[in-house]
């Protein structure tokens, strides 16, 4: 007797299977999903458990902590310092992180360009896994955050992001996987 055994899984298989793992994430957390138009009324600011769904992205996006001094500048190229956690939605385990070692971020070299972001990974976690490309998701945020650094009264910026595969490095996309992340982001010191 001949039995056939079809394991393929279509893209949209995949996409489906992504989207239902993003939704299990945002239901299991209780995360609050707003639209743009409200994170915009709001200010560009997200509450407490509140991610903005980006329409032209679809990042999922909380801004904890809108950080200090001001945005990236129109024309700026400048090293920004990252901390970050990378957790994969599928099963909620960390992936990669740079947290433990105090004194050695990782480090991106951004610019922009009127409303575009373009980055490249220059040191850290990041670059030894996955190389130079930053994702494009975690290019989202800098539109609405302060990348200064720390003073008495202000914190550098914190964020969490859902990233959908499209968004995300090429393991992530490779795989149709999405990542959850807590990233902070600060200028270099001395620039």
């Known amino acids: 007797m001949f039995f056939s055994c079809n394991n393929y899984e279509t893209y949209a298989d995949q996409k489906e299977k992504e989207?239902?793992?993003?939704?299990?994430?945002?239901?299991?957390?209780g995360i609050k999903v707003i639209s743009e138009e409200t994170?915009?009324?709001?200010?560009?600011?997200t509450n407490d458990n509140e991610y903005v769904?980006?329409?032209?992205?679809?990042?999922y996006m909380q801004i904890a902590r809108r950080g200090a001094d001001k945005p990236l500048q129109?024309?700026?190229?400048?090293?920004l310092f990252i901390r970050f956690a990378e957790y994969n939605v599928f099963d909620t385990t960390t992936?990669?992180?740079?947290?433990?070692?105090?004194?050695?971020?990782?480090?991106?070299?951004?610019?922009?360009?009127?409303?575009?972001?373009?980055?490249?990974?220059t040191y850290g976690t990041m670059l030894s896994t996955y190389?130079?490309?930053?994702?494009?998701?975690?290019l989202v945020p800098l539109k609405y955050i302060n990348v200064g650094s720390p003073t008495e009264t202000e914190m550098i910026?914190?964020?969490?992001?859902?990233?959908?595969?499209?968004?995300?490095?090429?393991?992530?996309?490779?795989?149709?996987?999405?990542?959850?992340?807590?990233i902070s982001f600060q200028k270099a010191p001395g620039l």
Request: hydrophobic share 30%.
């Open 39 to 45: 994170f915009h009324a709001q200010n560009d600011v």
């Open 157 to 182: 910026s914190y964020v969490k992001l859902i990233v959908p595969h499209t968004q995300g490095h090429t393991v992530a996309s490779g795989n149709v996987n999405p990542y959850y992340y807590e």
């Open 19 to 29: 989207r239902n793992a993003i939704n299990n994430f945002i239901n299991a957390r």
């Open 74 to 79: 129109d024309g700026e190229t400048c090293e």
């Open 95 to 121: 992936v990669v992180s740079n947290r433990a070692t105090a004194y050695d971020p990782d480090i991106m070299n951004v610019t922009r360009t009127g409303t575009t972001y373009t980055a490249s990974f």
């Open 131 to 138: 190389g130079a490309s930053v994702p494009s998701g975690w």
């Open 53 to 59: 769904y980006m329409n032209n992205s679809g990042v």
